[in-house]
């Protein structure tokens, strides 16, 4: 699993609030991911990382915010949260000297 | 990065081996092919990859054409447990931003 843990697993919340979902890593590779995947969208990337305080955006980062104020730990926040942004969201992991890449275990997140 | 393209759903039968294709005839000279998994609700699991020459590992063996337009996964002995989507990416590996996942190949192992 390559050391990648998400938090909360499953989370639901209401339309307008702020939420914050974190992704942590044991070994500290450089770049991180954030990714949803919705039905019939496969996974599309919301913002990536490739250092301490270095973010951008991906294909969908409309409402995402990120930061990275460590090399472990990299956070999505939805500002506030629309029904549009119940999705599974996925981070991942780069593992730099063989560029594959490491999928955490995902959270559920549901906004009604 | 290159596209692909996948079958939407392929059977096997348990013991037997699953072969999966992918074509990717826009393939650069700089990409590579990766192959990925998803077991229901779970994260995608990295298989393997390569760039032109064949590829095995403990997983998976994957074979490339020459011409590089195509591949094939391969899961020598399959179980009911390699039941999942299973997604061909094609990526330079400098290029550090994502992987572009498509719909991929749902693949049911049978008894």
């Known amino acids: 699993d390559a050391g990648i843990t998400q938090s909360p697993r499953h989370k639901v919340t209401e339309t307008g609030t702020p939420v914050t979902l974190r992704c942590h890593q044991t070994?500290?590779?450089?770049?991180m991911y954030w990714y949803r995947q919705d039905p019939g969208h496969g996974l599309r990337l919301i913002h990536y990382s490739y250092g301490v305080k270095d973010t951008d955006k991906g294909e969908v980062s409309d409402g995402y915010s990120v930061s990275r104020s460590k090399t472990e730990d990299f956070l999505l926040t939805l500002e506030s949260a629309t029904s549009s942004q119940t999705s599974v969201y996925f981070c991942?992991?780069?593992?730099?000297?063989?560029?594959?890449?490491?999928f955490g275990p995902g959270t559920r997140l549901t906004v009604t | 990065d290159a596209k692909t393209t996948q079958p939407p759903s392929m059977d096997c039968a348990e013991g037997r081996a699953a072969n999966l294709p992918c074509n990717h005839s826009?393939?650069?000279?700089?990409?590579?092919v990766y192959w990925y998994r998803q077991i229901h609700s779970q994260g995608p699991q990295y298989i393997i990859h390569?760039?032109?020459n064949n590829e095995t590992n403990e997983m998976a063996s994957l074979i490339i054409t020459e011409d590089r337009k195509s591949s094939t996964l391969i899961l020598p002995h399959a179980t009911l447990r390699d039941t999942a989507v299973y997604y061909c990416i094609v990526r330079a590996t400098y290029n550090n931003n994502d992987m572009r996942f498509g719909a991929g190949t749902r693949l049911t192992v049978k008894p």
């Open positions: 826009t393939i650069s000279g700089n990409e590579y």
């Open positions: 070994e500290n590779h450089r770049y």
């Open positions: 991942a992991i780069n593992r730099d000297r063989v560029d594959e890449q490491y």
């Open positions: 390569g760039l032109k």
